[in-house]
């Protein structure tokens, strides 16, 4: 009989506890669901109150429960609210827990937090400062979008307060938009995410701290709309950068930026409509995709000895750019490249892809300086000519828009009538055979020469090449008669430059020097 009612009692007991698990119930104005034994999530706020307190613990059917979550939207559009007490035991805050809940004064955040959850704070404006726990993690995409309001993360000093808006000391955040359109000035971070910062219009300095798991030896990458519609940005204090991602510098109020040799690539729209207007693109950067410098106002671009491929659009618009330096690596321009812009003369090196693709060559044949009514000028050291196919339409041709009339072509000696035979090269009417000797007069246009056994401006010719005393530490290139670089360093080292006879054209920051050995 005692076994009997043992077992009785043990089946009443798990219905019971069963019934527990698949309901939810409300004490005191607030609705609780059980997640597992011993632990239940906040679901409902049905509360007008100015001030609640959420319990530790809740008992229901004889189940003391630790409360552990509040769920999706509990506090959302509540505009009663003024005073919130979380629980210690408190570990999750779920999406939209507080969107626009803008009455609420203050919030302390137990240490026990791990995760706050997609748009958790979304358009908050009546919070003033938030103070993070160490171990939380910000799980969610823009869990601080729109918001008015400090954030720190536990253990911030009140001098370090009184200089920036967000100070995050540890790696919390791996998701996208954590603070898109929020209402900041200066923030301090560890590493940056996705469009961390996007739309914040009032943004004005970044400091990025390299993250103690970051291999040292490497640069940061900026990711893709990260700064994206920073009106008001000036600076970004950071460790140097090994990529730019697509858009992360797009219609943001940055004039100028420092690019380290560690750069590898600039993405999809990276300056696009900024107000970058000088940049100086280090050796180890190749391509420039589209639409990179697209409706910016840049004038002065410097460096560019590593491209090999323009993208569609990179220059578009920029009406203040009216040169850009000689890029001896170029193989690919896309269509489009400098189109509007006010770019006055190009150079076409001796690496420039040649070859047609298909019905038509993508290179040079699909409006890459369309309305360049500024152009005056085109050095071409490549053969063979850049195009063979005719297009049926003009508004197609390279050069659309352009006065030809007052174009002067240099092309490699004894090879003009070759570019006349073709597409759009025959609309030209300035030919000179001298495009080799042009371009040392375009690159080192009033400099000194420096013949064997002499020195000019501690430049010297040596038994092994050449030495560039005062160049160390500064940015050296060599070029042959071609255009072809024959040595690069961005940080020259005081070493000789190992050369063979002939001439060459030698810069240092930009400044050039004819070379012969």
Same mark, same amino acid.
């Given at each position: 009989m005692k076994t009997s %009612?043992? #077992?009785?009692? %043990?089946? /009443?007991m798990s219905m019971v506890s069963a019934v527990v698990s698949a309901q939810s119930f409300t004490l005191d104005g607030l609705e609780y669901k059980v997640m597992e034994v011993g632990k239940c999530e906040?679901? $409902?706020? #049905?509360?007008? &109150?100015?001030?609640?307190? %959420?319990p530790e613990t809740v008992t229901y059917l004889w189940k003391q429960m630790s409360v552990v979550k509040i769920g999706e939207s509990v506090f959302a559009d509540n505009t009663t609210l003024e005073n919130l007490t979380l629980p210690t035991t408190l570990e999750s805050i779920g999406a939209y827990a507080f969107k626009n809940c803008n009455g609420l004064k203050e919030l302390i955040l137990p240490d026990k937090l791990e995760f706050i959850r997609d748009y958790a704070f979304q358009n908050n404006? =009546? /919070?003033?400062?938030l103070i993070l726990p160490v171990s939380c993690k910000l799980a969610g995409d823009c869990v601080f979008e729109g918001v008015n309001m400090k954030i720190y993360t536990s253990g911030v000093t009140e001098a370090e307060k009184q200089m920036w808006d967000i100070i995050i000391t540890n790696e919390c955040f791996s998701n996208a938009g954590i603070f898109s359109g929020a209402s900041i000035r200066r923030a301090k971070v560890k590493r940056l995410a996705p469009s961390m910062f996007l739309d914040c219009e /009032?943004?004005? #300095?970044?400091?990025?701290?390299r993250h103690p798991d970051d291999n040292q030896d490497y640069g940061i990458n900026i990711p893709h709309r990260a700064f994206s519609g920073c009106k008001s940005l000036k600076t970004v204090d950071s460790p140097p950068f090994a990529g730019i991602g697509s858009g992360a510098f797009y219609r943001t109020g940055l004039t100028s930026i420092e690019l380290s040799e560690e750069l590898k690539s600039i993405g999809i729209d990276a300056f696009a409509e900024s107000q970058i207007q000088s940049i100086d693109i280090p050796? +180890?950067? =190749? *391509?420039?995709? *589209?639409? &990179?410098? *697209? @409706?910016?106002?840049? +004038?002065?671009?410097? @460096?560019?000895? @590593?491209?090999?491929? %323009?993208?569609? *659009?990179?220059?578009? @618009?920029?009406?203040?750019?009216?040169?850009?330096?000689?890029?001896?690596?170029?193989?690919?321009?896309?269509?489009?490249?400098?189109?509007d812009s006010g770019i006055a003369s190009f150079v076409f090196g001796p690496n420039f892809i040649t070859e047609n693709r298909g019905a038509y060559d993508l290179n040079i044949n699909d409006k890459q300086f369309? !309305?360049?009514? !500024?152009?005056?000028? /085109?050095?071409?050291l490549c053969l063979p000519p850049l195009t063979k196919f005719k297009q049926y339409s003009e508004e197609d041709n390279a050069f659309a828009g352009c006065n030809v009339d007052f174009i002067d072509v240099h092309v490699p000696a004894g090879k003009w009538w070759e570019y006349q035979q073709y597409y759009p090269w025959y609309n030209f009417k300035w030919y000179?055979?001298? $495009?080799?000797?042009?371009?040392?007069?375009?690159?080192a246009a009033g400099v000194e020469d420096v013949e064997s056994e002499q020195s000019v401006d501690a430049v010297s010719i040596t038994s092994s090449g050449v030495n560039v005393e005062y160049g160390i530490g500064k940015s050296i290139h060599v070029y042959d008669t071609m255009g072809r670089m024959c040595y690069s360093s961005r940080h020259y080292d005081g070493e000789d430059i190992p050369l063979g006879k002939g001439l060459y054209i030698l810069t240092v920051d930009g400044k050039a020097t004819k070379i012969k050995i």
């Open positions: %009612i043992k #077992h009785l009692l %043990i089946i /009443l906040l679901i $409902a706020c #049905h509360s007008q &109150a100015s001030t609640i307190q %959420i404006q =009546s /919070l003033k400062e /009032l943004l004005e #300095h970044v400091k990025v701290e050796a +180890s950067v =190749s *391509r420039l995709e *589209r639409g &990179a410098f *697209r @409706g910016a106002p840049l +004038s002065k671009v410097t @460096g560019c000895e @590593g491209i090999t491929y %323009i993208g569609k *659009r990179a220059f578009e @618009g920029t009406t203040d750019l009216e040169s850009i330096p000689y890029m001896p690596l170029l193989e690919e321009l896309s269509p489009l490249a400098f189109m369309k !309305n360049c009514t !500024n152009l005056k000028e /085109l050095v071409c000179y055979d001298d $495009a080799e000797e042009y371009l040392q007069k375009y690159l």
